[in-house]
Every structure is written in C-alpha cells, then in structure tokens.
C-alpha cells in the first residue's frame, strides 16, 4: 500500500522533469549570440609520459576566472576574448605553466611534475589567496560535493568531510536543522554555531522559535536559517576553522565560518552560452526503529486496561496506558474498538513502522549561463519537494538565483550583483520531543502493541468529526493521525540574500571596493491543534509572523606593491569599515481555545476564539560599525605574514564599553622552497604556518537595564510582571584568544598529503546569565564571567593511492578532528553546577530534571541528574526489590566525543568514478529518553541495552482471561512472575527480592514522580555511518555530441546507509533543541533518522 | 576620468554611510518598559499566587491531608517527600511583583494600596513558613533594588513575633487600610478596602491559632473576634477566574490521565458518606454520571498510599464538575453551579476558627453556632443540592445526617471538609492537629496512616528547601539547615511546631 503510494508520488515528480526540458529546449534554441570571442582548444599531456592530465586547469591570465578543465584525455577547449595574450596551466604536483597565445587556436601544453604548488582558496573578505600563504587552517570542498549529494540541509553534505568540523543531523522532518560547530563549542550560552558566509556577506542561520511552548508544544524545527542555500548554486565551500581565519568577519566569526561562494557565468566558460539541467530524486526511510516486543498488549500487571473493555469510566481505576498488559496470545478480550465482544488479543507487529513512509525528495535545477569579454551572467532556477518520512509532512522550496557581473572602463571598475530568492513553504513540520500535543513520537511510547495503526486510520469519532478524537485509550494520547493531519504546524518563507559589489583599479596596485549585502528573511507560521487534543482540549491557532534583516555596508581600499620578477619582498595593504544593522520583528499571535461550532468542522482562525488571543511582539535591533585593516607581507615565495586588526563598536554594550579592537597575525614558511629539494625526494612540499588571534564579542540587545515584562490580562486588568533577569549596566566585551601551529606535508611527488593542525583557544570573560537565588527576585543575573578552552588536533591525510593516466585512479582522504573544551574557570556559587541548560523537559512535571551543566575543571557540557545509589563496588543498591534512585543529582559525563572522523575513498576509472564515505563519531555520552520511557512503557524487549541485562519480557505476571455471566472479567493467574534485578540489597548481601517487572522498570528508570534517572539510559554515543556511497558517470563528450549534449553525467547516490552502535533504541547522531539551541547528548522522543537512495541527473547543452 | 571615478566613490560613500545614526540608540528597549504602576504589579503577583494555590491543593494540601489521593505518582501519600521547588519558586515568584507594588505604592504615598501588598505578602509569607520554617523573609526580594542576590533567612519565631513580623504587619495594614489612597489592579477582592481589613484580620486569627500551642495567644484572639473578620461567603478571599485562557483554573488543561491522578480520598468519602453529605457530589462525580443517584456505592474513594497493584486500591471516584471539564460528561454549566475559584481564605474557615477559640476559652462565643454557620456556609459556597440526599434545607441536614456538635473534634472534622481545595491550609491543620494529639493518628478518628507509607506512618512535617538553594545562596541556606538540626528532613520540626 505505503510503496504503491509512492510509486504515484514519484511518477508527479518525473513529469514535472518532463516540463522542465521543455523548457529547457525553448531556452537553446532562442540562445544562440555571438561576440568578439575565439575558442582555443588543445591537449595538456605529461611531459614524460605522454599521457593526457585529466582536470588541469586552463586559464586566461588576465582573467584568472575565465578558465576550464582538461576532460578525461587531457582536451580542453576554452573561449578566450579576441584580445587575450596569456593562458595559464595549471596541475596539482606540476606546477603553473603560462603560455602565450601569439594568435593561435590550437596551444598543445606538456607539463612535468614538480614540487611547485599553487592552490587558490578563498579566505576571508571574498580574497583568494595563494593557499601556500596562508597561515592557518582552510579546507576547501567543491560545489560539486555538495550538489550531487542534494541534502535538503547543506550542512549535513559536510559531515565526514572536513577535519575539526562537528556536524550533527537529526531525524526531524523535511526542515530539520544540522548543529555545526568547528573546533568544538566554546561558549556557556550556546552560541557556537558556526558562521556561514555567502559571496562575502554574513547570513543569518538562527533557529527563530520564539514562544516556546505555547498550547503545548515544545519547539517545533522548522529548520535552521543557512539550510535555504541552494546546493546547485555552490561553487566552493571553504571553511575558515579558527578565529585567525576569520578576524575579519568580526564577533560572530569566532566559532570558525563557512565561506560558501556561488556560481557565476565564469564558471561555465567553454562557451559563451551553457544551459545545465541537474534532476534529483531521494528516497528516504527509517533507518532505526526501537526493538519493540510483540507478546504482551495494553494494560498493567498482566491486566487488561479497561475491566468493562470498552472506556474508562472512573469507577475503577485502571488507566494504564502501557504495553505491561496480557499476553498476545489470542485469548478474546473485550477491547477498546470491539462494541463490547471479546476478540481475539494478538500483536500488530509492525504497527509503529507502518505509520511511516517511503519519503521523496524531488531537486530539479535549470540554469543558463553565459560570459563575454565584458560581463556574466547566470540564472538559475531550482523546484525542490520534499515529502518526509511521517504522512501528511513535506517542504516546498523554489529558489532563483542571478549573478551578473559586468567589467567597465578597459576593466578598471568592475561590477557584480547576486541576488538569491527563496521561497520555502511546508503544510506541515512534524514535532518531535517529549510534547503530547503534536508529537507523534510522544505517542509511541505508550502506543498499545496490539492495536494495528490502519484501525486508527479514521481518527474522529462516527458523528463527532472535527471535535472528538477516536482513540485507543482516553486517557494519556492523541491518535497519530489526528497529529499528523490535523495538529499542523505550516510555513512560508520568503528570503532575498543579495549582495552588489563594485570595484574600481585606479592603477595596477591601488583599488576601491564597495559591497552591499542584505539577507531579509519574512516567514509566516501557523499551528493548528483540534479540539479533543489532550492538553488543548478545546483546540487552539497560533500564528507567527518573523521579519528579520541584515545588512552590510563595508567598504576597502587595497594597495600592493608592484609584482616585478625579481622583488623578494611583496606588500599587501587593504583597510576598510563596515556598518552591519540587524532588525527583528516578530509577532506571535494566539488564539488558545477555538470556538466550537456543533459538530462543524473548526474554524482554525485567531477571530474564532472563545478567550482573548494573546498576543506577543518582540522587537529587537543591533547595530556593529568596525573599521578593519589587512597586512600581508611575502618574501621570496617563501615567507608570508599576514596581520589583521579590527575594530568594533556594538550597539548591545555599554557606552564606556561598546568599542573593542581585536588583532591577528599569522605566518607562513614554505620551508621546501629552500630545501632545494630534488625531482626524486621523497618529500615534495613543507610548509609550516602559525597563527594567533583575538576576538571579541558582544551580546543581544536590550540586557544592561531592569525591565518589566508585559503579561496577558486577567479580565481588563492590565498584568506586568518584574522581569527575572537583573541587567548589567556594566558589561564588557567577551574575549577569545587562540592560538595554532600547522604542517602541511607532502611526499612522493604530492601522492601523499598531510595536513595537521593544533589549536588552543581560549574564551573568557563570556557574557552569561548567572542564576541567582529565587528569593532575591531575580532568577538570572548577566554577567562577565567564565573561561572556557578548546583545545585539538586537525588531521587531513590524503593518498592518491593509484595514478593511471586513462586507467584507474583511487583518492583516499581521512579526515580527523579532537577536540576538548573544557571549563577553565566559573564564577563563585556556580562552580560545581553552572546549568548551561536546565530542566531539559519542562513540559513534563513529572520529572526531577534533567540539566546541562558546565562544571569548573571538567569538559563542557556535563549531563546532570539522578542516579542509582551504589554500594563500594559500584552494585546497584535494591530496596525491597527495586533499585534505588539517589536524593541528590550528580554528573554521570559529557556528551563531547574525543574523535570525530571520516574516511573517504574514490575510485575513478575513466569516466565512472564511485566513492564511500564513512564517518564515525567516537566518545561521548547520550541519554536517551526515548529508550528509558519505552522500557517503562513495557513496549520494547530491551535485548539491546548494554546496561541492564533484563528483557522486558521477562518475569510478566500471566492471567487467563474469560468473562463472568455479568460480562466483567476474570483474571486466572497462570504465572505469578517476577524479576529479580541485578546488585544489592539495601541491608547486605545480594538483591534477591522478586518484583514485578512494570515495578522493576519504573523504578529503574526513575519513572513516577521523580522521573528520569540519568544514569539508567545514559549510553556510550560512539557510532559509525556509511555516510555516503555515490556512482557517478560521466558520458563521454563525443557520444553525446550528436545529441546535442555538452556533457552529461548520472549519479547513485545513497546516504546514512548503515549505522553501527551500542546504542539502544535510537540513532545517536540527534540532539535537542532548548530555548532556541542546540543541546547535545540528550534524546527525547525524536524522530527517527532515515537512509536516503538517490538518483541524480546533470546534463549540459 | 578621475573625476569621475572621485564623484562614483563619493556617491556611494554618501549613499552607505550618511544614515549613521547614534550606535547607543539602537539599545533602547521597544518592548518592555522600565516604569509601570503599582497595580499591574499586583495583578500578576495575585494571579500567580493564586494559581499557584489551586496546584498546591491538587497536588499537595488535599492529598496530604486525605481529602484526596493520587492514583499514579504517589510519592507525596507514601511519605516519601522530595526537594519540588513549586510552592517555594511560584509563591516567591508572585510575591517579587507584590514587594515591588509595595514599593511603588510607598513612593506614591497610596496606603491602601501598600495596606493591600502587606496583606497579601504576609498570605503568602505565612504559606512559605508553615511549609518550609525558616525563609527568607525581611531580605527577600531584595536582588530587585540591591546587588544583594543571597538573601538571608529568618527565623520563623520572628517571621510570626518579630517587631516587622506577620502579626504586626497585619496590624499596620489594618491601619493603612484605613487611610488614604485607592486600591488597582485588585483580582482577588476587587479594590475593596473593608474586605482586606476583614482579610487581614481573618489571617491573623488564622495565624495565631496555628501558633497558639507555642504562646499565649487568648488576648489576641478574644480582641481579634469582636474586630471586622470575614463574615458571610461574600467575604471569601477567592480569585474569580475570568473563564477564558490564561485566566482559567489551573486544572483545565490538563489531560484527563493527569487530572485523574487524583481521586476522591477514602478517609473523605467515608466521613461524607457516612453524613450523606450533599457536598459529595460537588467534591467528586458519580461514578455513573447520574447525579440524582446520590447513593453511597455510587461513589468511592481511593486510599493514599502505595501505587501497587492490590494492596492501596485506587478506585476513587473522579473530582468534581466544578474543576474538570470531561467529554461527554455533565458539566458545571449543566448543574448551574460556577466554576471552581482559587480560595485563599473563606468565611467558613473563620466560623471554624471561631468555633476552636471558643472551645479553646480563648473567647466566650457560641462553639456550636460558630460550627454550624461553618458546615453551613461551606455548603452554600460550594453550592450544593439538597433535596437528592433527601433534605429540606440545612437545618434539616444539620438535625438528621449526624453532624450536630457533640465535641471538639467534630469542629476539626468539619473544617477539615471544609478546606478542600484552600491550598496548603487542609495540610498544616492536618499537620497541627497531629502535633497536638502526639502524632497519633487514632485520635484523629477520620484520618488514617497512609497505605503501605515510607516513614513509619508519620506524616512530614515540613517541605524540603530546594535543591537551588543550597547552590544559589549556600551560606544562608546552611545556617538555616544548621537551625534545622543539621539535615534538610521532611521530619525535621520547625518552632511553630516544636512543643
């Protein structure tokens, strides 16, 4: 049923390629213009061999982003200006050869291997620079890594493949958001994430969930904000790993940044017109499911939940909405949704499986590009749909994108402007997370194993549609299906992200740029709850309305000295200012109870209330005006310096306090340059760099002063209350400091590569809110306090394992990352305990609560919570049978892994290339909310916990059930049962005290009152993903020829193909998001994460 | 063509920079003020007080004290108490918005107004002493005007006797009252002055019969019974909910597992059956829905103690129509009565209080009137229906169901009814009248150790601190442990207590 649903799906998706090539076909035979152009082509070959270089480089000297490739014999063609003089070749491990044109159309190149390395990355400020000169650490992905693979999320698409980057996905629907953190987290407060940067210009990647937990939600992930980036527009993705990158983008730049430059008409510059299409399809499903146990049925203690079988009356009770109940045996029991006869008990194995989907993912992407002597220009448009894995959740995203550059006056000014539209939209986000209202991972833990999920299908009671839910049990939660179709949570998102750049060369070595970015984002969000849904009884509306924008004027004047052959010392001048301005806007608006209209269908509207809508409109504003200046001095190719100095002037800090300088300096020495090393050394290339940087950073808005807080009305009384934060008119800016020593090594003619980085980092004087004792009036106070470093190795290692020119050719890249943030210091009172996050399930009052907390001298980010009390060799202590769970909260580790590392492998054989990537996370710990609360829910074995050797099928009390003349029950008991756990008894001696299992789990597990012992779910995070598997290949130029193809190329891409872990229950690459962060090392009911299988098409004409 | 590059350059220099405004502008707060009124002040601080009241029944007074059970989760009927922060985190959070009304209202010289905060401060300061001993209490607050973030804590023989004490306190609000000003923003007695002065009096009388085992209070109380105290149900210090969200009772939202959590208590269904007691179908629902079948097999009750399977049964009949809306049930707009209010304090209980003093010879009235025009009022509030149980009218009941007065612990019986749903105040009576009887639960004859109890079938006597204190304000938290005996115990005896 579920795979002929699809295979519908997918059939939409197919034709609406069809329209696509239409169109595409109308595109070609309109474009066809001429210019003053002449094409060149020839054949780049190896000077010894003979053989052809696959994918050297071609490119015009006077315009080093005119250029090509060579294809898989070594052929190039590029189209060169009329006028053009110069053509550069390039080969990683043969150097730069530049060839005069003298008039020709045909320039054949022989190249020989050497030690001459010249790689060009773009670092901050837009500037490509030399790699060689760079000291400190850049890893550089191409565009094309990133847009075959087609995540949703770009972010994700990194994972694996760059050293020191930390990136966590999760299961949650079509928008769920990656947590990305270089070099670790640094910060009490959660600001970690890294910056994404595009075409030089900050972008804002925040989560905006505003007003938490309103009508009963917990955050709901409609994605983080840096996801909207198209992945068929990247051209390179550079990530600046430590502060000494990225001084220059200022605060917010300290976690590291994410440079991600799109594609322009340069970039396709074989001819002057290039039409590409880029077709993907996904297929997602469940990757990991809990191990749920088939052999016993709703109820309590071997019971039936309901005596009358029918609905809980309150005469008796036995509410208990747990899978502890009879055996599946097929004994008739009156149940729920039998009116009243007995039917047979049996499992409905696959009930929870089946509610989920095969998801699609349909990215369609056109683009046209063209360049001239003068100008660029390209356009592209991409459709991506995407249909999550749970029924009714899917995300739209349409995106245009434009680049066009424009060179004037014989080249001197030079103009550019990118402009990205992104219109995303979503009927429906899935919640995840401990949330009864929306959250149909909530429900699973208590949903009955023998209720098929089909016989819930029709989720309204017969002549109460729209306001009385059909459930199978009343008392604890919603039908999955009334979540999934009618509790939405829908969106539309409209984001422009523009930027214009002009640039003006007064001479040779002294020019003028002026940039213009602004990223404005307008979404809408509404949220549905039907009335009967528990917690929201009478239903509810609420919609947002965020407005958020940034822009960024900044202006630089470059002078360097004159590139004469033979000057040893070259000098780089660059100084300019930037103004940034950010602007919020956000209007919550909710109506908590519908009105109801008989049996009517709800009118899910703010004017159909029966209380008043309440209302929220935070504003919020921040402005940072910097003056920055740039140095960088080179001698003999050999030595770079490079040194930075920025100031910044925040609106968010006080006056006497709000302007802060920041400096940087960092250093290149390509020692092999004066190791004259010989064709045969083994060594080819040595470089050490090293960097020390500061930054400083500010803090939000509006924190220096006391304020009161607007509450809703009590009738027409109006309610203000104090607000719990004290201010601090005293702030200062905080402060990283850090400091890095790098190699960058290379041997046997630059088959192996090595790239090894160590960093210190060290945060102090962070901004953080302290908690203070209640009775004082205040719950918070803000403070400078608090020191925090990080402290890793980066390692790259690289082999170009097999070179055959025109045979087979095997890259293999490991890519590793440790780090250790540790709290260096906290301030009195807080020292043992600061909680970073406190309470991580407040929607649910009967837990003891669970924290994350920052201890001094400790890694960052400790769990925190009750445990199990533990005799001298460390035996779980019983009472009575049952374990027993501490009176003080306690730290049980940090979810921090020590190694985060991938390993890639890619095999190219002439035209077809394969490649895998695994990616494994190593330490660290996870408390999984989802496995504990299963277990007590009696609906999973928990054969896989390595914690507690018991199943939860052991042990159960066994009835035989028949029915009195009266129709009430009878409970024959068969098996009295018991377990008994593993440890000690309270007063000596072994634990040989039998209970009930229900009694021995909700005991384990801290269930009840004083839910969640820590320590009970708390599992080793260590896992390995098959993170990628892709087959790609590239028909050949001359076969396409005659079809109108320039080139063509079909990949298999599959992702998250296999998971290997100890852990129970759960994929552990997930996290929780809190109070708009993330939160690692806590699980509570998300979602499940899925495999992908893709197919993807890319075609050029 | 320099100058027109020089012209380009200044356009755009123009262009981008000459908007700069003052960067300190930016910082100005657009969505909270940072001066309001006294009474928007009090709205909230009253608001979240009572809120907090109706949790602190449902959760903790009724169950305590046995008018109800928990069905699920039954670590408080157990005994086995741990550190919940809620009474201590709400009560101190109201109370930040009535010490901060109080200081407005000084500044604005509107003694009424501070007459009204010193009343419902001490409310709520007497709640927090009863339930912890010594608190915080002359410092409390202060982190709002001062650096000062640690608070010290007072003993609770001052918070009562002391010269800036509750029971002078409450005095000088009687005084205040009396003066000028105007009372906003009152959600609980509706700017009424001579209802606070009533009030006031009334918590007074309340307060020092609850110490009246530890001093000689009979002065105090005879002066305090002939003064202005609450005198008919038009009096009760309840907080009227408006009926629309946020303005709610507390409980409606919850879900129907949650809510039936708690059930009509043994030790209640049994004195009320044992009446044929009209207030039985106010307190809890038929088991049937049928409220013309008032009999007794109609309704059960569920015996605190031990969650498990057999041994405490749990088959207590659901709480009443007036604090749950369940679907497909009769409602409490069905029966034509209101919806349940957050009560602080009722006339009721004043006519019990009354009625102990003059047991006590603390004054010389009625014991018997004072008694009656207790169980009588205490039905009218709840508004219950006669003629099902087969009544006239009260005197009726009074007369035939067996509850006329006959000896002193008939009066504690009645008020113990009569608090359902009054906070905390059923727990400390409850609490109280064990330590005067020696802790002895057989001379309280409608109570009962709990089932399969942790701690020797001895009631806790106090609540726990929290754990944030012992974090947040170490050095006056250990002191106040030290006071304490040492040890943060639910068993530990607090001075109103230690006689």
């Known amino acids: ?1101 | 063509m320099r100058n027109n590059t020089i012209k380009i350059l200044s356009l755009i220099a123009i262009f981008a920079f000459s908007s700069c405004e003052k960067i300190e502008d930016l910082n100005k707060n657009p969505n909270e003020p940072s001066v309001v009124t006294a009474s928007v002040l009090m709205t909230s601080g009253m608001r979240t007080m009572g809120n907090s009241s109706v949790n602190q029944s449902f959760l903790l007074g009724n169950n305590a004290a046995q008018l109800t059970a928990k069905t699920l989760r039954t670590e408080i009927d157990v005994y086995n108490w741990n550190a919940f922060p809620v009474v201590w985190d709400a009560m101190y959070s109201g109370l930040t918005n009535i010490i901060e009304a109080e200081r407005l209202a000084i500044a604005d010289g509107n003694e009424q107004m501070e007459g009204v905060a010193i009343v419902m401060k001490s409310w709520a300061f007497s709640v927090l002493t009863n339930a912890y001993g010594d608190i915080p209490y002359s410092e409390a607050i202060v982190g709002v005007t001062t650096d000062n973030f640690t608070p010290t804590y007072d003993a609770q023989s001052e918070i009562y006797n002391g010269a800036n004490g509750l029971l002078a306190e409450l005095e000088r609000a009687v005084t205040l009252l009396n003066g000028s000003g105007l009372i906003e923003g009152d959600i609980i007695l509706r700017n009424n002055a001579a209802k606070w002065i009533k009030f006031s009096n009334s918590l007074r009388l309340r307060l020092l019969m609850g110490i009246s085992n530890k001093q000689d209070v009979s002065a105090e109380i005879a002066a305090l019974a002939s003064s202005d105290l609450l005198s008919s149900n038009t009096d009760n210090v309840t907080m009227t909910y408006t009926g629309s969200f946020p303005n709610e009772f507390p409980l409606l939202p919850l879900k129907i597992g949650d809510f039936d959590a708690v059930a009509l208590g043994t030790s209640a269904y049994d004195v009320m059956t044992g009446y044929n007691d009209p207030r039985l179908t106010r307190y809890a629902r038929p088991n049937d829905g049928d409220y013309t079948n008032v009999m007794a097999t109609n309704f059960s009750g569920a015996i605190n103690g031990s969650e498990s399977a057999s041994a405490c049964p749990k088959n207590g009949s659901r709480l009443g129509v007036a604090y749950y809306d369940y679907p497909n049930q009769t409602t409490a707009a069905m029966l034509e009565i209101d919806r349940a209010e957050s009560i602080i304090m009722t006339y009721s209980e004043v006519e019990f209080l009354l009625a102990e003093a003059a047991l006590k010879g603390y004054t010389t009235g009625n014991i018997e009137a004072h008694y009656k025009a207790g169980i009588e009022s205490s039905m009218t509030y709840n508004q219950v229906d006669l003629a099902p149980f087969g009544y006239a009218d009260f005197e009726d009941y009074y007369n035939t169901s067996g509850v006329t007065y006959d000896e002193g612990i008939d009066i504690w019986e009645q008020k113990w009814l009569a608090l359902f749903f009054h906070g905390l105040e059923p727990y400390f009576e409850v609490r109280r009248w064990l330590a005067e009887s020696n802790n002895d639960f057989s001379a309280i004859r409608f109570l009962t150790p709990t089932c399969q109890n942790i701690n020797d079938n001895l009631l806790p006597v106090r609540f726990l601190y929290p754990g944030e204190e012992q974090s947040l304000n170490n050095q006056n938290y250990t002191i106040a442990i030290d006071n304490l005996g040492g040890n943060n115990s639910f068993n530990a005896k607090m001075w109103l207590l230690d006689f």
């Open chain 1, 1 to 1101: 049923m579920g795979v002929i649903r699809n295979l519908q799906k997918n059939s939409k998706t197919k034709q609406s390629v069809t329209r696509f090539q239409i169109v595409l076909l109308l595109m070609m035979f309109v474009g066809t213009f001429s210019y003053a152009q002449t094409t060149i082509t020839g054949t780049v070959t190896d000077v010894t061999t003979g053989e052809g270089l696959i994918s050297a480089n071609v490119y015009l000297k006077s315009n080093l982003s005119r250029g090509t490739i060579t294809d898989f014999d070594g052929n190039y063609t590029i189209e060169v200006p009329k006028d053009a003089k110069t053509l550069v070749f390039s080969y990683i491990g043969y150097g730069l050869k530049e060839v005069p044109i003298n008039g020709r159309t045909a320039v054949d190149v022989t190249m020989s291997e050497s030690i001459d390395i010249q790689e060009v990355v773009v670092t901050g400020l837009s500037i490509s620079r030399d790699k060689k000169s760079l000291g400190y650490a850049v890893q550089e992905l191409d565009g094309k890594e990133v847009s075959e693979v087609k995540t949703t999320n770009i972010s994700n698409a990194l994972a694996g493949k760059v050293a020191g980057v930390f990136i966590t996905g999760s299961g949650n629907g079509p928008t769920a958001s990656a947590n990305v953190t270089i070099r670790g987290e640094s910060s009490l407060s959660g600001k970690s994430q890294a910056l994404f940067v595009v075409n030089g210009i900050p972008i804002t990647n925040g989560l905006y969930s505003p007003g938490d937990g309103l009508n009963g939600s917990t955050t709901i992930d409609f994605g983080n904000a840096s996801q909207v980036i198209n992945s068929d527009d990247i051209a390179s993705i550079s990530i600046l790993k430590g502060p000494a990158a990225s001084a220059l983008y200022g605060s917010r730049a300290a976690n590291g940044v994410i440079l991600v430059t799109t594609k322009t008409g340069t970039n396709n510059s074989e001819k002057g017109w290039q039409v590409s299409l880029n077709s993907t399809t996904n297929f997602e499903t469940i990757l990991k499911l809990p191990d749920f146990q088939n052999e016993y049925g709703v109820g309590g203690y071997g019971k039936y939940s309901y005596n009358d079988g029918v609905t809980y009356t309150g005469n008796n009770y036995d509410a208990f909405g747990e899978n502890w109940g009879p055996r599946l045996d097929g004994t008739p029991i009156k149940q729920w949704n039998s009116d009243e006869a007995a039917v047979p008990f049996v499992a409905a194995p696959n009930n929870i499986r089946d509610f989920f989907q095969t998801g699609i993912t349909a990215s369609n992407n056109v683009s046209i590009a063209n360049s001239s002597e003068t100008g660029d220009f390209r356009l592209s448009y991409t459709n991506l749909s995407r249909q999550g894995v749970v029924p009714n959740t899917n995300l739209t995203r349409n995106t245009l994108y434009a680049s066009m550059g424009q060179r004037l006056m014989n080249d001197k000014l030079n103009i550019r402007v990118n402009a990205m539209y992104v219109r995303s939209g979503s009927d429906n986000v899935p919640n995840a997370g401990y949330d009864e209202s929306s959250s149909i991972m909530y429900g699973w833990l208590w949903y009955p194993r023998q209720v098929s999920i089909d016989d819930m299908q029709q989720y309204w009671k017969p002549g109460q549609e729209g306001v009385q839910q059909r459930y199978s049990e009343e008392l604890w939660v919603n039908n999955p299906w009334l979540i999934v179709n009618e509790n939405t949570n829908s969106f539309q998102e409209n984001r422009i992200i523009g930027n214009a750049n002009i640039s003006y060369n007064f001479t040779p070595n002294f020019s003028f740029r002026y940039r213009f970015g602004a990223d404005v984002k307008d979404e809408q969000r509404q949220y549905r709850r039907a009335p009967s849904t528990k917690a929201v009884l009478n239903g509810s509306y609420r919609e947002d309305e965020l407005s958020f924008m940034e822009t960024n004027n900044e202006f630089l004047l470059s002078w360097n000295t004159d590139r004469l052959n033979g000057s040893k010392l070259q000098v780089d001048l660059k100084g300019g200012a930037n103004i940034m301005r950010q602007n919020s806007n956000f209007l919550i608006a909710n109506n908590p109870q519908l009105l109801l209209h008989g049996t009517d269908p709800s009118i899910y509207s703010l004017t159909n209330n029966r209380s008043n809508v309440l209302v929220e409109n935070p504003r919020a504003q921040k402005g940072i005006n910097s003056v920055f200046a740039l140095a960088t001095l080179a001698y003999d190719n050999f030595l770079y310096l490079d040194l930075t100095g920025r100031n910044d002037v925040s609106s968010t800090l006080p006056t006497a306090n709000n302007s802060y300088f920041y400096p940087s300096a960092s250093l290149s020495a390509v020692i092999s340059e004066k190791l004259n090393l010989s064709v045969n050394s083994p060594l080819s290339f040595l470089k050490a760099r090293f960097a020390y940087a500061e930054v400083g950073n500010d803090t939000d808005p509006y924190l220096l002063n006391n304020y009161y807080t607007p509450e809703a009305l009590f009738g027409s009384n109006s309610a203000f209350g104090v607000n719990s934060l004290a201010g601090n008119g005293d702030l200062r800016p905080e402060r990283t400091t850090s400091f890095e020593v790098g190699a960058d090594v290379r041997f046997f003619k630059n088959r192996l590569r090595l790239d090894a980085t160590y960093y210190s980092m060290l945060s102090k004087d962070q901004i953080i809110l302290l908690p203070v004792a209640a009775t004082s009036g205040k719950n918070t106070r803000l403070a400078n306090a608090g020191e925090i470093s990080n402290k890793g190795v980066e390692v790259a290692l690289s082999a170009t394992a097999i070179r055959r020119q025109n045979g087979l050719n095997w890259d293999i890249t490991l890519n590793l990352g440790h780090n250790r943030a540790i709290v260096e210091s906290l301030p009195e009172g807080v020292k043992d305990n600061y909680p970073m996050v406190a309470n991580m399930y407040p929607n649910d009052g009967g837990t003891a609560g669970l924290d994350l907390v920052a201890v001094e001298g400790e890694l960052l980010g400790q769990l925190r919570g009750l445990t199990f009390v533990r005799d001298e060799n460390d035996n779980i202590v019983h009472k009575n049978g049952l374990p027993v769970t501490s009176e003080e909260k306690s730290i049980v580790g940090s979810y921090q892994p020590y190694l985060r590392a991938g390993v890639y492998n890619t095999f190219t054989y002439r035209n077809l290339s394969f490649g895998f990537l695994f990616d494994g996370s190593f330490g660290g710990k996870i408390f999984s909310r989802t496995h504990a609360l299963m277990n007590t829910a009696g609906g999973i074995t928990n054969n896989d916990d390595p914690n507690l050797p018991m199943s939860s099928l052991d042990g159960r009390e066994i009835y035989d059930i028949s029915y009195d003349a009266t129709g009430a029950p009878v409970y024959d008991l068969v098996d009295a049962g018991g377990v008994v756990g593993p440890g000690v008894d309270i007063d000596g001696g072994e634990n040989t005290t039998s209970v009930s299992p229900r009694d021995y789990f909700y005991a384990y597990y801290g269930n009840g009152f004083r839910r969640d012992n820590i320590e009970s779910a708390l599992f080793d995070a260590t896992y390995v993903k098959l993170r990628e598997v892709r087959i790609a290949y590239q028909f050949k130029s001359e076969a396409l020829g005659n079809l109108g193809f320039e080139g063509l190329s079909v990949a298999l891409v599959g992702r998250n193909l296999l998971l290997f872990t100890d852990v129970p229950s759960i994929d552990p690459e997930t996290y929780s998001i809190r109070n708009g962060r993330f939160v690692n090392g806590f699980e509570s009911t998300q979602l499940p994460s899925t495999r992908n299988f893709g197919i993807s098409v890319s075609a050029t004409f």
